[in-house]
């Protein structure tokens, strides 16, 4: 893979990241049915893409399965909470409220790691604040609206903390291994909640989450590991930050949810956000590189 291929995958696994809230709207089902499922063909995708890629598995510790089953429930707890706000609130205001994620994992690593948190990464939290303000048409709870962004805002919380315990693991965990095996803990944790439903999932929803499943999650992934043999971490975060404008544009066009001007003025800030904050985390590794 050249630099010019690589990066190409990088966009459309952007891109099916993006498609993951219009494929769990399309898809009528209950979220645990949506999530279960999707865990389901990701395991199915990402073990076929392994056994392809003859990718090599590390054997696990204790401690290696205790991350893995925690970041299993959290990534659960995510989806969950993220198609439940597509379902409140629709897609575009769940996918800028879970991009408010760098924020809180800036916050979190600054309390868990012990990391001084720096005046750039002050003016990310702000950007991250004001963005989520300008995206919520009013302050009611007892509106859709309001009630979906909060959703979505814990589903950002939820992956930030998924992301904090997939930094403690230091990367013994192959990504594509850890992806599996999270996925197969999510499986297990919906499968008492969606299975008394299973059976009447009609087969055009089954189509939606099978499509979830293999290709916004199993080849999106798959995609971004390869690329990453390619291209810098750095390019690779910031492809990624257009996931939101996907996922909008795609809403737009599919169900007419067209954003207003102060929902776009704030989905600009949160994106402006991400790609500071992967800026941010580029430079970390590159410092700790030289200093190594």
């Given at each position: 893979m050249n630099h010019r291929t690589a990066l190409g995958a990088l966009h459309i696994g952007a891109l099916f990241f993006g498609l993951t809230g219009v494929f769990g709207k399309l898809a009528q089902a209950a979220p645990s049915v949506i999530v279960f499922g999707r865990a389901a063909f990701a395991v199915l995708a990402l073990g076929i893409f392994a056994r392809v890629a003859r990718k090599g598995w590390q054997p696990l510790q204790g401690q290696d399965w205790r991350r893995l089953a925690l970041g299993g429930v959290l990534l659960a707890g995510h989806w969950v909470s993220f198609f439940i706000a597509v379902k409140v609130a629709g897609v575009a205001i769940a996918t800028l409220g879970f991009a408010s994620f760098p924020a809180f994992t800036v916050i979190l690593e600054s309390l868990l790691f012990r990391e001084r948190v720096r005046s750039n990464e002050i003016m990310l939290v702000a950007l991250v604040s004001i963005g989520l303000i300008l995206v919520t048409p009013d302050f009611d709870l007892a509106s859709q609206a309001t009630g979906g962004l909060l959703w979505s805002v814990l589903s950002g919380l939820l992956f930030s903390l998924l992301s904090l315990t997939n930094r403690a693991s230091n990367g013994r965990v192959p990504a594509v291994q850890a992806a599996l095996c999270q996925n197969a803990v999510v499986a297990l944790c919906l499968l008492p909640a969606a299975a008394p439903a299973l059976t009447t999932v009609p087969a055009m929803d089954w189509l939606w989450i099978a499509l979830l499943g293999v290709f916004c999650t199993g080849v999106a992934h798959s995609l971004f590991v390869a690329s990453l043999a390619v291209i810098k971490a750095r390019t690779a975060a910031v492809v990624f930050a257009l996931e939101p404008v996907y996922g909008i544009a795609l809403a737009w066009l599919i169900f007419a949810e067209a954003p207003t001007l102060?929902?776009?003025?704030?989905?600009?800030?949160?994106?402006?956000?991400?790609?500071?904050?992967?800026?941010l985390a580029a430079g970390n590794q590159t410092a700790k590189a030289a200093a190594a």
């Open positions: 102060r929902m776009l003025v704030g989905g600009v800030l949160i994106i402006l956000a991400i790609v500071i904050s992967s800026r």
